[in-house]
């Protein structure tokens, strides 16, 4: 490994961690090794026919999207429906901008086992607005 060239690449490594005030006023919450993050459904955007959601043809693909930026990906429409077919279903994207109150959002654990004790964020579990999803 070249000098210079470990993790971080020369500067902190705080600086390329998702510990931010910004994520976590909006996108997770790092108080404790479970690791949660607010995501937001497509299927729910999809089914609830949000006037946000938009079609927009890429490089010979069909790809959806938010025009809020409440998720900050477009989808690959045919892979989307290709996985909503499956048991387990699309699943959720990280949220990116705060979402509105029709947006079918949740809060994602990615590492319950690590604190098996009550959480120490639960303002920020309640914080996702909880649409039927």
Same mark, same amino acid.
């Given at each position: 490994m070249a000098p210079g060239r470990g993790?971080?690449?020369?500067?902190?490594?705080? $600086?390329?961690?998702d510990t931010s005030a910004a994520f976590a006023a909006v996108g997770g919450c790092r108080e404790c090794p479970v690791r949660c993050t607010r995501v937001v459904y497509?299927?729910?955007c999809v089914a609830s026919r949000c006037p946000s959601l938009y079609l927009a043809d890429?490089?010979?693909r069909r790809v959806? *999207?938010?025009?809020? *930026?409440?998720?900050?990906v477009e989808v690959d429409v045919e892979r989307f429906r290709e996985l909503q077919r499956s048991r387990a279903g699309f699943g959720g994207l990280r949220v990116w901008? $705060?979402?509105?109150?029709?947006?079918g959002? *949740?809060?994602e654990p990615a590492f319950e086992h690590r604190h098996p004790g009550e959480c120490v964020n639960p303002g920020f579990r309640a914080?996702?607005?909880l649409s039927a999803v």
């Open positions: 993790v971080g690449y020369g500067r902190p490594v705080s $600086e390329h961690t497509p299927s729910h890429r490089f010979g959806m *999207g938010c025009t809020h *930026g409440v998720f900050g901008r $705060e979402p509105f109150d029709h947006c959002c *949740g809060v914080s996702a607005p």
